[in-house]
Nanobody, 128 residues
């Protein structure tokens, strides 16, 4: 069992920034990771999908504003969120799936069902 713990959520005004982090209880190593967000009564939305080598695909609504990063020394994946807008308000989750030997991360969008491990979420609220 692997635990993922998100941190860094909070409340900001429009145009502000937050940095989310996701720390795993196991080495990320060869794993695929995703950031998702969800608002009440809506489906979980993929925000960013990260390959094991750091290549990240972002959903269109956050391109140019959100940036993912790796800190292998801290075993942490982070999501820098700039120019936040009210529509970014949501509970944010990190998710991870470890690869078998020789495996690769799926190209393109990854459904939430792809990931076996999830954090409990951190709330991001953007007010105008």
């Amino acid at each position: 069992q692997v635990d993922l713990v998100e941190s860094g959520g909070g409340s900001v005004q429009v145009g502000g920034s937050l940095r989310l982090s996701c720390t795993a209880s196991a080495k990320y190593g060869d794993s695929c990771m995703g950031w998702f967000r969800q608002v009440p009564r809506e489906e979980r939305e993929g925000v960013a999908a990260l390959d094991s080598d750091g290549v990240t695909k972002y959903t269109d609504s956050v391109k140019g504003r959100f940036t993912s990063s790796f800190d292998n020394a801290k075993n942490t994946r982070s999501l820098q969120m700039n120019s936040l807008q009210p529509e970014d308000t949501a509970m944010y989750y990190c998710a991870a799936q470890w690869l078998p030997l020789g495996g690769t991360c799926p190209i393109g969008d990854r459904a939430p069902e792809y990931y076996n491990y999830w954090g409990r979420g951190t709330q991001v609220t953007v007010s105008s």
